[in-house]
């Protein structure tokens, strides 16, 4: 191929898509919205598998718009692709586990535009509208061993290949984040 081309179109939020990342593993596709949402997807075959919202309860698509002090702006994969960080307009960072419905912390930030996790995992930095740039460590732990399996598959198959394997079809749905 000598030239870039649309092979897949992804619809589900009711606003503007702003910040989108792939998990290390490239399996996940994280999308932040104005929607107050931010979506993990399976990029392979178009379904959403998580929700993340930054208003409870969501609202519904007629709300579409967002709560102005809700929209999300950035979104970001930490290293080991256990956890995301998401930043909103109501000065709060949140940072989430993949396995998890909600934050697993939040800690507060005023004007917040983007975030980004270090290489190796141990930072993540979130830039501010004033010029200013934040700094958190983040914890360390050992991942499962059943998402490092994840992790190591997924790397080398999308998953169209993971669901043709001859394994038992609950282990292709563990392998396919489809819990």
Known sequence: MDKYSMIRKLEGHHNDVVACEFSPDGALLATASYDTRVYVWDPYVGVILMEFGHLFPPPTPIFAGGANDRWVRSVSFSHDGLHI?????????????????????????????????????SVLAAGTQDGSVYFWATPRQVSSLQHLCRMAIRRVMPTSQVKNLPIPSKVVEFLCYQI
């Open 85 to 121: 960080a998401s930043l909103a307009d109501d000065k709060m960072i949140r940072f989430w586990r993949i396995d998890e419905e909600y934050p697993v912390q939040v800690a507060p930030l005023n004007n917040g535009l983007c975030c980004t996790f270090s290489t190796d995992g």
